[in-house]
C-alpha cells in the first residue's frame, strides 16, 4: 500500500482539473465531473497518507504541482480571459495547495480516529 500513495500523488491532479475545465470552456460544454472527480483524488489520497509522515506528503505534492505547472506550461493556453485575475499558473499553483490541504485534513482526522479507538480499546 506504500508505493500505491505514492503512484497516486504523483499524479498532477491541478494540471487535469484545469486541463479539463479549460477544454469543456472551449467546447462550450459545462465541467460537471471535474469537481466530484477532484474531491475522489483527495479523498483517496487522503485515506492512503494515513501511514506517510506529514513531510513526504508536502514532497510529494510539491513535485505533483512541479509536474502540473510544467504540463501546463506546455498544454495549456494562458487565456487571460479565463484564468483571470491571476493568471493560468496561479491556478494550477491553487487548486494544488488545495489540494494537500484538504489531504492533510483528511489524514489528521483519520489519525485522531485511529488514535481514540486505540486509547478505548487499551482502557477496556
Excluded at 462550450?28 to 483524488?41: C, M, N, P, Q
Excluded at 506517510?52 to 501546463?72: E, F, N, P, W
Excluded at 499558473?89 to 483519520?110: C, E, M, N
Aim: with cysteine; aromatic share 16%; charged share 15%.
Amino acid at each position: 500500500m506504500k508505493y500505491v500513495y505514492y503512484i497516486m500523488s504523483l499524479i498532477p491532479v491541478a494540471f487535469l482539473f484545469h486541463f479539463y475545465e479549460y477544454g469543456q470552456h472551449l467546447k462550450r460544454e459545462s465541467a460537471t465531473l471535474v469537481g466530484f472527480g477532484w474531491i475522489l483524488y483527495i479523498g483517496i489520497t487522503g485515506v492512503l497518507s494515513v501511514n506517510h509522515k506529514k513531510r513526504y506528503v508536502l514532497l510529494m505534492q510539491t513535485i505533483s504541482c512541479g509536474i502540473s505547472l510544467l504540463l501546463a506550461h506546455f498544454l495549456i493556453e494562458d487565456n487571460g480571459a479565463w484564468f483571470k485575475p491571476f493568471g493560468r499558473d496561479v491556478a494550477v499553483v491553487f487548486i494544488a495547495i488545495v489540494t494537500v490541504i484538504g489531504q492533510l485534513l483528511l489524514r489528521l482526522f483519520l489519525k485522531g480516529i485511529i488514535y481514540f479507538s486505540d486509547t478505548e480499546n487499551v482502557s477496556s
